[in-house]
C-alpha cells in the first residue's frame, strides 16, 4: 500500500485530505470503466439487461450499507451515489436510453 506523507512545510491534514480526494477521483473513473464494460454484456449490448444488472448493483449497495450499519444518512448518499456511478456508465453505453 502506498503511504501519504506531508511535504515539507505541508499541512499533514491538508496533504492527507488532497491524496484522498485524488484517490477518489481515480476509483470512480475505474468504476465506472468496470461498470461500462460489465454492462455492455453482449456484441450489440442490451440495454434491458444492463438495467438489471444496475438495479442489482442499486439493491446490494442498499442491502451492505445496512448490513455494515451506516446511518440513514450515509445509506441515502451511498444509494445516490450508486445510481450517479451505473447512470454514467449507462449513459455511455446507450446515449438513448441512458438512464437507469
Same mark, same amino acid.
Request: charged share 25%.
Given at each position: 500500500?502506498?503511504?501519504?506523507?506531508?511535504?515539507?512545510?505541508?499541512?499533514?491534514?491538508?496533504?492527507?485530505?488532497?491524496?484522498?480526494?485524488?484517490?477518489?477521483?481515480?476509483?470512480?473513473?475505474?468504476?465506472?470503466?468496470?461498470?461500462? /464494460?460489465?454492462?455492455?454484456?453482449?456484441?450489440?449490448?442490451?440495454?434491458?439487461?444492463?438495467?438489471?444488472?444496475?438495479?442489482?448493483?442499486?439493491?446490494?449497495?442498499?442491502?451492505?450499507?445496512?448490513?455494515?450499519?451506516?446511518?440513514?444518512?450515509?445509506?441515502?448518499?451511498?444509494?445516490?451515489?450508486?445510481?450517479?456511478? /451505473?447512470?454514467?456508465?449507462?449513459?455511455? /453505453?446507450?446515449?438513448?436510453?441512458?438512464?437507469?
Amino acid at each position: 500500500m502506498i503511504e501519504t506523507r506531508a511535504r515539507d512545510g505541508a499541512d499533514p491534514d491538508s496533504v492527507a485530505s488532497n491524496d484522498l480526494e485524488a484517490r477518489i477521483v481515480v476509483l470512480e473513473i475505474v468504476a465506472m470503466t468496470a461498470l461500462a /464494460l460489465t454492462l455492455d454484456t453482449s456484441e450489440n449490448g442490451n440495454a434491458d439487461q444492463a438495467r438489471g444488472i444496475a438495479a442489482l448493483i442499486q439493491d446490494t449497495v442498499r442491502q451492505r450499507s445496512r448490513e455494515v450499519g451506516l446511518t440513514k444518512g450515509a445509506q441515502e448518499t451511498a444509494d445516490t451515489y450508486a445510481e450517479e456511478l /451505473l447512470s454514467t456508465a449507462l449513459a455511455s /453505453l446507450y446515449p438513448e436510453t441512458g438512464s437507469a
